[in-house]
């Protein structure tokens, strides 16, 4: 009986692990130092706002591993030696048939002068988690509980930890270097409306800046200087300015690297036997109209299912298909699938249907669409993916755009604009 070790107990390395049990009977130890048991780690904000308790994101009950035959181990891994095919925690070696690396990501640090005072955190883990609720939510070594704090970076992390530090009566100015929130993926209306959303809900929102040193006093951030030269105090830091592939400890590793851990289509590395999925995986040849690096929910379930298929020596290779993200800006549902560009090109035809603040946006490129783009609205993931796959005309599209919608209320939308 084969032994596959996975190390990262995230989407991707969970996913690989219950594909590999269902298709096989090896023994799979799963190994992480992030977490005792998996969770949705994009459910950690509703836990931070009182929404659910910590066991409502565990997907699954605890006694699921040991049913399953899925041995976990909480331990940091520090080394590898892949030729004698060994995984080491500190001076415990554990040996394997066959390895698969779901390290996920890390956050990018600001390195701004003061960066490493206390009150400064990223929001992707665990201990990112743990360390922002034991600093905002009053724990008894940091009483009495912070007012007013900054966040800066405009993505998707940066406007959680807005909501969820806006969520506990935080003050929160919010710092972008665009003009308008996410302006380098949303076109400008949409970018306009989630702006007004976001100042609406009392957000200092503070756009085309960025710090340029953090100051501190007894060892903890109290004042932040943008790079105009203005002062704020604040008495926390959220750096959400992106993420990367969290390989740092496989440096000189024999790993193939580059920004992330290198893989062809079968998600294999340079290294016989090893694999590697999720958000610290760079492709080598991603497909037309990919990115080699897709720190996204959906791809890393899709790479554990790909990986687990390869590390059993079966037929299977990652080609992800039409590119989906989705989020909520406060209050507004947010959904693409496809190419939507942020400037309208001259061989790019956009229709938008709007109403108030709900937008659809079809993307059309040799009267095909290439894009549809919900803002407000729910948008029928296999309907958009059908329609791009084949090529939908304006034509066939100006009599069934409807059926794109789950929103009944939305049908009689007129057509705001045609570009």
């Not at 090529?391 to 059926?403: D, F, M, P, Q």
Request: include cysteine; charge should be negative.
């Amino acid at each position: 009986m084969q032994k596959i070790i996975i190390v990262g107990n995230g989407i991707s390395g969970i996913t690989a692990a219950r594909y590999i049990r269902k298709k096989s009977d090896a023994e799979i130890l799963v190994i992480s130092n992030e977490s005792e048991y998996f969770f949705s780690r994009t459910a950690l904000m509703y836990v931070y706002m009182g929404h659910m308790k910590w066991e409502h994101i565990e997907p699954y009950e605890r006694n699921f591993w040991s049913k399953n035959r899925i041995n976990l181990k909480k331990g940091l891994v520090t080394s590898f030696d892949f030729s004698e095919k060994l995984v080491f925690i500190g001076n415990e070696k554990i040996s394997y048939d066959k390895l698969i690396l779901a390290c996920g990501s890390k956050y990018k640090e600001l390195g701004a002068p003061g960066e490493k005072t206390e009150g400064i955190f990223g929001m992707y883990s665990k201990e990112d988690f743990d360390q922002i609720w034991n600093w905002t939510k009053g724990a008894k070594w940091r009483a009495p509980r912070i007012t007013k704090a900054t966040v800066i970076g405009g993505g998707l992390i940066g406007i959680e930890l807005v909501e969820m530090l806006h969520s506990e009566g935080i003050h929160v100015d919010f710092i972008i270097r665009d003009g308008s929130f996410w302006s380098s993926v949303l076109p400008s209306l949409e970018s306009e409306i989630v702006t007004r959303h976001i100042l609406s809900k009392g957000i200092n929102l503070i756009t085309n800046e960025g710090i340029s040193e953090i100051h501190s006093t007894e060892g903890k951030v109290s004042g932040l200087t943008l790079n105009s030269g203005i002062v704020l105090n604040t008495e926390m830091l959220g750096v959400t300015i992106g993420v990367e592939p969290n390989i740092s400890f496989l440096q000189n590793s024999g790993l193939k690297l580059d920004k992330g851990i290198l893989v062809n289509h079968r998600l294999e590395t340079n290294q016989k036997d090893v694999f590697a999925v999720g958000d610290c995986v760079q492709l080598e040849a991603p497909d037309q109209g990919r990115k080699a690096i897709e720190p996204v929910w959906y791809t890393g379930r899709m790479m554990g299912e790909v990986a687990a298929i390869s590390a059993l020596g079966l037929d299977g290779e990652y080609h992800p298909g039409v590119w989906f993200n989705s989020a909520k800006f406060f209050d507004i549902e947010y959904q693409v699938y496809g190419s939507v560009p942020v400037k309208e090109k001259d061989e790019l035809k956009n229709i938008v249907f709007r109403r108030n603040d709900d937008v659809l946006r079809l993307v059309f490129e040799n009267d095909k669409l290439i894009g549809v783009q919900g803002l407000g609205v729910r948008v029928k993931h296999e309907i958009a993916e059908k329609y791009i796959l084949n090529g939908a005309n304006e034509v066939e599209l100006n009599s069934k755009w409807k059926e794109l919608l789950f929103d009944p209320e939305f049908y009689a939308l007129p057509a705001l604009a045609t570009n």
